[in-house]
């Protein structure tokens, strides 16, 4: 079997990490008509869809994600492979975190960040566990948890709230309206609608949640799936755009937040600089402005643990 292009490849996962052409096309610098002839020869050569078309972009499908979860890591090692083989280390600060906060918080901003420094190269890796720093060669990791034994740097607060399609579903004021439709829940963390309803009393004989994998959770969410439980600041820029809506004026402090966790020992300066440009990202998306499309102000929040 010829094995496909590492050029293509590298176009099904930005698509995947982005969920759009056009974005994706940007980030690699391929037009989009390109691009979409990239993947569909991809889809092609394995006999396989990787891709689902839908009204605001594209979504992976169940044999695309298993696909390229695979294919992530072997593109990874590559680079690294191929930077050592040139040389090249120095310039390079390796991150890891969960696939949800790169797509959704870091790598809006990275796009900025390295324009700004084009002399350093950020290596993002995801997984959903927590890696040994020094085995996987990391300069920092970016975990949610309640706490860590860690050194941190400032945490970055969660704060929840449901939030839905305004396309798609209206007549939603308060809480108890809730009840009329299908709640959605990242798969992998029931806690979140959890800490929310603790603080919000519902008849919990009549609620159902349906766990969706967390990577597509606000995508079925703009598809008009249902009412998702928002988890900020990763949902802050679907509010920002009008895309969602939600009951933010029943906005809850979570017990969890995102830490980012460094390893210790002598940094390089690409490192240095990689970490204070966090530090500062942190802190400006731990004091947001009031986003657009909101419904009020919190009056409903706990301390977080």
């Not at 969920?19 to 979409?36: Q, Y």
């Not at 889809?43 to 990787?50: A, G, K, N």
């Not at 396309?167 to 308060?174: A, V």
Request: proline content about 7%.
């Amino acid at each position: 079997m010829r094995l496909p292009s590492l050029r293509s490849l590298e176009a099904a996962l930005a698509v995947a990490r982005l969920g759009s052409l056009a974005a994706a096309g940007d980030e690699i610098a391929m037009s989009v008509p390109a691009l979409s002839r990239r993947i569909a020869q991809l889809e092609s050569d394995l006999e396989v869809r990787l891709f689902d078309r839908v009204s605001r972009g594209v979504v992976v499908t169940p044999a695309g994600e298993a696909f390229l979860a695979r294919v992530a890591p072997v593109l990874t090692e590559l680079r690294q492979a191929s930077r050592e083989a040139r040389g090249e280390h120095d310039h390079v600060v390796r991150l890891s975190t969960v696939p949800t906060f790169a797509t959704r918080w870091l790598l809006p901003r990275l796009n900025r960040f390295e324009r700004e420094n084009p002399d350093i190269e950020v290596d993002v890796q995801t997984s959903a566990v927590l890696e040994d720093l020094d085995a996987r060669n990391l300069d920092a990791v970016i975990r949610l948890s309640t706490s860590t034994a860690e050194a941190t740097v400032p945490t970055l607060p969660i704060h929840l709230y449901p939030v839905w399609s305004p396309d798609h579903l209206s007549g939603i004021s308060d809480a108890a309206d809730l009840l009329r439709h299908r709640l959605l829940g990242p798969n992998h963390r029931p806690e979140f609608w959890q800490e929310w309803l603790e603080a919000h009393p519902l008849d919990q004989g009549e609620i159902r949640i349906r766990p969706v994998d967390s990577v597509l959770l606000y995508e079925r969410t703009l598809c008009g799936d249902g009412i998702a439980i928002g988890i900020e600041p990763l949902v802050t820029p679907l509010i920002e755009q009008g895309r969602l809506v939600g009951l933010t004026r029943y906005r809850v402090s979570s017990g969890r937040a995102f830490h980012l966790i460094e390893r210790g020992g002598q940094r390089s300066r690409p490192a240095q600089r990689v970490m204070s440009w966090l530090r500062q990202e942190f802190a400006k998306s731990a004091h947001p402005p009031r986003a657009a499309g909101s419904d009020g102000p919190a009056a409903a929040s706990r301390p977080a643990d």
